[in-house]
């Protein structure tokens, strides 16, 4: 009997020896794996739940310009630097190719980041923490977000959107 | 005897198979058949190669102390890299591989010539006008082609071309298994191939419909007779082809490795109602796998992410660790008949590593379970997910699925194929037996490469990291090993191609004898083979070794990950 060739007659039968025990070890890992999902959905603390909202593309900038308009702090190289209020709510634009604004938020404070795209689809990546998640025209993705370390991070693009991809760069100030 | 008779009830003969018996197995080989395979297979290499030469510049340019192609041409490779290896040659390949598992093992011939002739002509033709837009420059859009990106209608007409082919042709090999149960050409069950094959089948057809569900609108919008599709929408469906026509290559894979631990060792499944449950388990749930793309999108909800995410609680991940213990099993339980049971690996010490058919399965076995299933199931853990996303990681995983896994076990097989299809022995020997080793060795490096970047932050898909400033030595460093790696694996598919371009012209033909061995494993003179069975512990013990040693890698790796996790910022 081979794999190629028709099994013989009463092939089929319980497993037994080694196969048993490792189908029983699999399972339980399994198991693990699964409980492990719910398990950090209600204790740990990262989560994406993708709390979105429809939104016209438009209509996301012109809360972005209301938002910049009433929170900016200064800029950096023509690009606002923006200060939500803490609880409050912060809006970033991804365009080709750029983040706008820059946000600047306090360590420990819980914001309500909305993402959301004018043209593309873009990724949003934050480093050198390395958090990411997607940026969609037409959904406004809030991410309810605590910065628990101070810096200077760096939004990079991880989602492909033409020819000037890599140099959509924008930043985010802790302090 | 050159075809299967059969007597009817009044007395007169009946062919049932205008084939040829082959002369090392002694099974029958339908000409039909054997002609598809291989136009399939020729079709299947020529991609291979392109997509191959792709990827060396691919990994130079990503190299960044290289840097080799400017912006624009870097990602209209990378669009060409990936239809070419992930579509075309794995689709050929596959095709091919579901017409043999139809005929041969069933004794059967193929259901129509004239359907064969139509699914090639269309996938042909759908690829090759694929390949030219992308290199006129009217399709940079990845291989995903995520709206609102757009690329020009006959990119989208092209893959629908090629889908509607492929799944043409697996028509053709349902009907097959149809006649040669009506014609009784074999009694009983069909082999665990075949059984293979049909689940790989089953899910190709859902996810081809998935693959029409989505690009047909596309075209249409593209053409401008409809509104654009909802870029979520999109992802979802489009995932629906994408991750599943992944399952699909799962699913041929490990039918591949099945056929060779037979060829190579003379093993047998160790129990047939376990392996073919377990393929049972990929069809039922490997559909859900859509989901590990979407984890971190906007407007899903936590729920369907980890259900779906979890294939219904791993069943699917299940059926591939039954697979990974019963081939290695089955090839222990062969060795130790055969009289190799020195301690707990010796059977494995002695297993035929210079036979390239042996080498290319058991590298692709080890590289698929203990690279790609592990970081698979990792990163498609939903809040895992969350650092990993569209990183360097993700390709890092998926090279040592697809690559490293099914694209090695596809070359392992045509070590196979060319003697006994084409009925050529292979050219420069010496060279073949290396392959393998070659080929894995660069893929892995490339992976490994790519995945610790990635855990660095690289993402993929861009031409350059040095402008976002944050990226350091280490980073770079291991951006050298993907070059590096790139290479190494280049060199080695090129190997492969030329072996086999080498052989069709100028390997010695092997009509009417036995092909030359590459070396099977066999008794040493004087050793009786004995006949172990499946409850004897001491005949498994080694693999069972194997499979508590990658759980515990499995763990750590697991588990190091939600650590990592939990350093983030906290997030909902």
């Known amino acids: 009997m081979s794999s190629i060739l028709v099994p013989e007659r009463g092939w089929f039968r319980a497993p037994a020896g080694h196969e048993k025990i490792w189908i029983g070890l699999a399972l339980s890992w399994c198991l693990v794996l699964t409980v492990m999902m719910p398990y950090w959905h209600f204790r740990g603390k990262q989560n994406s739940r993708g709390e979105a909202y429809a939104v016209v593309p438009t209509e996301f900038a012109a809360r972005v310009d209301r938002f910049i308009a009433a929170n900016k702090v200064g800029e950096s190289n023509g690009v606002p630097i923006v200060e939500p209020a803490p609880g409050g709510d912060a809006f970033v634009l991804a365009r080709m190719w750029s983040w706008n604004p820059i946000l600047k938020l306090r360590k420990g404070e819980t914001y309500r980041v909305h993402l959301s795209s004018l043209d593309l689809q873009h990724g949003f990546s934050l480093q050198p923490l390395n958090m990411n998640f997607q940026v969609m025209p037409g959904y406004d993705h809030v991410l309810t977000l605590t910065p628990t370390s101070a810096g200077s991070f760096t939004i990079v693009c991880n989602e492909f959107c033409g020819i000037g991809h890599s140099n959509m760069i924008g930043h985010i100030i802790v302090e | ?572």
Request: charged share 10%.
């Open chain 2, 1 to 572: 005897m050159s075809a299967i008779v059969q007597t009817l009830v009044d007395g007169t003969k009946k062919i049932l198979n205008p084939g040829r018996v082959c002369a090392t197995t002694g099974l029958s080989v339908c000409r039909t058949a054997q002609q598809f395979i291989k136009l399939n297979a020729v079709s299947a290499v020529v991609f291979l190669l392109i997509g191959g030469v792709a990827a060396l510049l691919l990994a130079l340019t990503r190299w960044q102390t290289v840097h080799l192609l400017n912006a624009e041409w870097f990602y209209r490779i990378v669009t060409l890299h990936g239809l070419n290896m992930l579509i075309f040659w794995i689709l050929f390949m596959e095709v091919a591989i579901l017409y043999f598992c139809c005929t041969t093992p069933l004794n059967s011939k193929l259901f129509s010539k004239k359907v064969a002739w139509v699914s090639f002509g269309m996938m042909l033709t759908g690829a090759l006008m694929v390949d030219y837009i992308i290199l006129q420059g009217q399709a940079d859009v990845m291989m995903t082609s995520y709206l609102p990106l757009l690329a020009h209608p006959l990119f989208y007409l092209g893959i629908i071309l090629v889908a509607v082919g492929t799944l043409i042709g697996v028509f053709n090999f349902f009907a097959t298994l149809y006649i040669a149960k009506r014609d009784k050409t074999y009694e009983g069950s069909v082999p665990l191939v075949t059984f293979g094959a049909t689940a790989a089948a089953i899910i190709a057809v859902v996810t081809l419909l998935h693959g029409a569900i989505v690009m047909i609108p596309t075209f249409t919008y593209s053409m401008g007779w409809t509104p654009q599709p909802d870029p979520m929408w999109y992802r979802l469906i489009w995932w629906g082809l994408g991750h599943q026509s992944q399952q699909v290559n799962v699913c041929a894979m490990v039918s591949v490795w099945y056929f060779l631990a037979s060829v190579t060792t003379g093993a047998r499944p160790l129990n047939e109602a376990v392996c073919r449950t377990a393929f049972v388990l990929y069809v039922l749930f490997i559909n859900l796998a859509s989901a590990h793309h979407l984890l971190v999108d906007p407007g899903i909800g936590a729920t369907w992410k980890i259900w779906n995410t979890s294939y219904a609680m791993y069943l699917a991940v299940l059926a591939s660790m039954i697979h990974g213990f019963t081939v290695p099993a089955s090839v222990e339980v062969a060795m130790r008949e055969k009289g190799y049971v020195r301690g707990l690996f010796g059977w494995l010490t002695s297993a035929p590593w210079g036979n390239p058919g042996f080498s290319g399965f058991f590298l692709s076995l080890v590289i698929f379970g203990f690279g790609g299933g592990i970081t698979g199931v990792t990163l498609g853990t939903q809040q895992i997910n969350i650092i990993a996303h569209n990183t360097l990681r993700i390709p890092g995983h998926f090279h040592v699925t697809v690559v490293g896994g099914t694209t090695l076990s596809f070359m392992a097989l045509a070590f196979y194929v060319i003697p006994l299809i084409f009925e050529k022995d292979f050219i420069w020997r010496k060279a073949a037996r290396l392959q393998p080793y070659l080929f894995g060795i660069g893929i892995v490096m490339l992976a490994v490469g790519m995945s610790f970047a990635g855990s660095m932050g690289v993402p993929r898909r861009s031409w350059d990291i040095d402008v976002a400033g944050v990226y350091g030595p280490a980073a770079h460093l291991m951006l050298g090993f993907v070059g590096v790696g790139g290479i190494i694996a280049f060199v080695g598919l090129l190997l492969f191609v030329l072996l086999c371009v080498g052989t069709l012209f100028f390997g010695k033909s092997t009509k009417g004898r036995a092909m030359t061995d590459w070396g099977v494993a066999k008794a040493p003179a004087g050793v009786a083979v004995t006949r172990l069975e499946e409850h004897d512990l001491s005949a498994t013990k080694g693999t069972f070794a194997m499979v508590l040693i990658f759980l515990a890698c499995f763990a750590v790796y697991y588990f190091a990950n939600w650590k990592a996790l939990a350093d983030v910022w906290p997030v909902r």
